[in-house]
């Protein structure tokens, strides 16, 4: 079984800053991209950034020059800085894996359950 399980969600003010950290466990041969997504009430899932194992990175517009996502390989985790955060921020935060669990294995893809972040105006 794989988990993802994230952490440091919250409340903010708009403006403040929070670091989500995401953390995958179980038969874990290789994590290809990691990545966060999120969804605010009423609102499909979106891409909020993604880090490959390349060492890429891609960011949702939106966020863009407020947000930065890394990795520790070593460690199988994932964060997410967010800077300047607006009210429109405000969401579930999903942290996502696309890893495979053998080298000859097909790669699957898994979520976390989610952190809430909230930012207040």
């Known amino acids: 079984q794989v988990q993802l399980v994230e952490s440091g969600g919250g409340l903010v003010q708009a403006g403040g800053s929070l670091k989500l950290s995401c953390v995958a466990s179980g038969e874990i041969y290789r994590i290809n991209t990691m990545a966060w997504y999120r969804q605010a009430p009423g609102k499909q899932r979106e891409l909020v950034a993604a880090?490959?194992?390349?060492?890429?990175?891609n960011y949702a517009e939106s966020v863009k020059d407020r947000f930065t996502i890394s990795r520790d390989n070593a460690k199988k985790m994932v964060f997410l800085q967010m800077n300047s955060l607006k009210p429109e921020d405000s969401a579930v935060y999903y942290c996502n894996a696309d890893l495979t669990q053998g080298p000859f294995r097909p790669s699957m893809n898994y979520w976390g359950k989610g952190s809430l972040v909230t930012a207040s105006s």
């Open positions: 880090a490959n194992r390349d060492g890429s990175v």
